[in-house]
């Protein structure tokens, strides 16, 4: 009895088996990607009632306003103390005189806010943006600022005292009698890309650059 041959399957067949066999891998990959970005990216907490008192009042304590979008808003003197703004819009929000102490912003775009005189004592902006973010005499003691971008930033009479700033970018920074005697993780390249003079405050062994 001769041995039967295996039966070729048509080209059309094995085309669609293909077909889908990568439309099944493309979606796994894509759900591994999406959980990824799940991970890193908060979602959306914040209620909208918390914004609406926020902005009738000024003031939103211990609140959930991860993801929330405030970008332009004037919050003069608004009361955020210890609000969890984790990857929030702030960008070119007015903060001036905000109370932000032990505030969480990380990852937050706080790109050309306005946050003189604000109080961020203890706060967390670790990797936020603050590129052109205006912190003339902005209260910092404690502030973690570990991989933040302060490209630009205006830190003019800032108080840095015990600040985080290891990995932060000071690119072009503005650091004109900003004291950051006891700021931890700074460094001399760090220095070297921002602006200061002798009346920038530093740890010894460090000199700022002028410019």
């Not at 914004?51 to 004037?74: I, P, Q, W, Y």
């Not at 004592?121 to 003691?141: C, E, F, H, K, P």
């Not at 973690?144 to 000071?170: C, F, I, K, W």
Request: hydrophobic letters at 50%; proline letters at 2%; one cysteine or more.
């Amino acid at each position: 009895m001769m041995p039967m041959r295996p039966r070729a399957l048509p080209s059309a067949t094995i085309a669609k088996t293909m077909a889908a066999a990568f439309a099944a891998l493309t979606c796994g990959a894509l759900a591994a990607f999406l959980l990824i970005i799940a991970s890193v990216v908060p979602a959306a907490a914040f209620k909208a009632s918390d914004v609406a008192m926020l902005r009738a009042t000024r003031s939103c304590f211990k609140c959930d306003f991860r993801g929330v979008k405030l970008a332009g808003e004037n919050h003069f003197k608004a009361n955020l103390r210890e609000t969890d703004m984790t990857g929030a819009n702030l960008e070119k929000t007015y903060l001036s005189q905000a109370f932000l102490e032990d505030a969480v912003m990380r990852g937050a775009n706080l790109r050309g806010a306005n946050l003189r005189f604000a109080k961020l004592q203890r706060a967390d902006l670790s990797a936020a943006n603050l590129t052109g973010a205006q912190l003339i005499v902005a209260w910092m003691q404690g502030t973690v600022l570990r991989g933040a971008v302060l490209d630009g930033a205006d830190l003019q009479g800032a108080d840095l005292a015990g600040a985080d700033l290891t990995g932060a970018s000071l690119a072009r920074a503005k650091l004109f009698r900003t004291d950051l005697r006891k700021a931890k993780g700074l460094t001399q390249a760090q220095l070297d890309r921002a602006c200061g003079d002798a009346s920038t405050r530093l740890p010894a062994g460090l000199t700022a650059r002028v410019c």
